[in-house]
Each structure stands twice: as structure tokens, then as C-alpha cells.
């Protein structure tokens, strides 16, 4: 039985993450890779031109981002609006905005990661998810260099692969941020 290319699920992305999950693992299984070698797995997103992880247990789900959302009067820039998700209210934050860059412009691959959190009903606005990244603890570095946004204080290492190394953007930190916290216009 053959798949279907990922590119036909672009606009279901569930299935999308799904698909490469289970590709992710045959693959891991036809390297050869031991399956009791301690792997650490996270959500792959990207903010403008830079890719990030997020603890898979740190999101509670993935959607898309609606049309429209509606405005909150008296808050932040970053604050894009609330939306209703199954019921439930759910403040958007533009986690680009919130970190000092240009505010996002939601388009078809724009995604809203939900925090998994008790008490704090947010989702953080991002330009695009790119699926389930998973990487052997041996892997995890330190962030080096400059980055695009002003986030160091909200991540916790990094995890390099081939060229490229994906910081790990600690959702718990931002939760617990006033800066995050505060959204209403003070003035």
C-alpha cells in the first residue's frame, strides 16, 4: 500500500503529522536505530526564516488559524485576537509580535500551537509547523550564535542534526513570563 504525498494533507494537519510520524519511525527502523536508545521529541514550528521545537508534552494541539479573530480591545500588539476552539476560549498570541519581530501574516500554512497548560486558555500563532522532529539525547547542545528574535531567556538548549540545530523553545518558561502574561495595554 503506497501513501499519499504529504503535500495532498497540507490542509489537514492531523493527518500531516500523522503521516510523517509514522514515516518518521519506519525510518528509524530501516536505519537500524535501536529502539531503547532514549530519544527526546518535539514539535518542529517556524517564526519568519527560524526553525524551533516545542516539548511535544508542552502543546496540547495544533489548528489552523481562522480568518478572522476577534479583537480585544486594550491589549498588546502581540495579542492577534480570541477565537472559540470546541467551546472553549482561546486567547491568540503572534509569538513572532511577542518576541520583537514583524507581526505575523496569517496565511495557508499558519498555525495556532495550543499551550498545554491547566489554567491558561492561549494559543501562540506561528508561521508553519513542521511536524514531529525527533532527536537522540546525545543530541542536545547549547544555543549558539545570534538569533532573528529576542527569545534566549525561553529556551532550553538545542538539539543539532546534520547542519542545522533547532533551539528548544520552552513553553512552561513562557507561561510563567510576566511579560506574557501582562497583555493589556498599560497606557
Do not use: Y
Request: hydrophobic share 45%.
Amino acid at each position: 500500500m503506497t501513501e499519499a504525498p504529504l503535500s495532498e494533507l497540507r490542509d489537514q494537519p492531523f493527518a500531516l503529522l500523522r503521516a510523517m510520524e509514522r514515516r518518521a519511525r519506519r525510518s528509524a527502523g530501516e536505519s537500524g536505530a535501536t529502539p531503547t536508545a532514549r530519544e527526546w521529541v518535539g514539535i518542529g514550528f517556524r517564526l519568519g526564516g527560524t526553525r524551533f521545537l516545542a516539548p511535544r508534552d508542552e502543546v496540547r494541539e495544533i489548528t489552523t488559524c481562522p480568518a478572522t479573530l476577534a479583537r480585544v480591545p486594550g491589549a498588546k500588539d502581540w495579542v492577534a485576537g480570541l477565537t472559540s476552539i470546541r467551546g472553549q476560549l482561546l486567547t491568540v498570541v503572534d509569538l513572532k509580535a511577542f518576541l520583537g519581530g514583524e507581526p505575523t501574516v496569517v496565511g495557508r500554512d499558519s498555525r495556532i500551537l495550543v499551550i498545554n497548560h491547566r489554567e491558561l486558555g492561549a494559543g501562540l500563532l506561528v508561521d508553519e509547523i513542521l511536524g514531529f522532529r525527533r532527536f537522540p539525547d546525545a543530541a542536545r547542545t547549547e544555543v549558539r550564535g545570534r538569533l532573528a528574535l529576542d527569545c534566549r531567556r525561553f529556551l532550553s538548549g538545542a538539539f543539532g542534526q546534520a547542519d542545522e540545530t533547532w533551539p528548544v523553545f520552552n513553553l512552561a518558561a513562557l507561561t510563567e513570563s510576566a511579560s506574557f502574561l501582562r497583555a493589556a495595554n498599560d497606557g
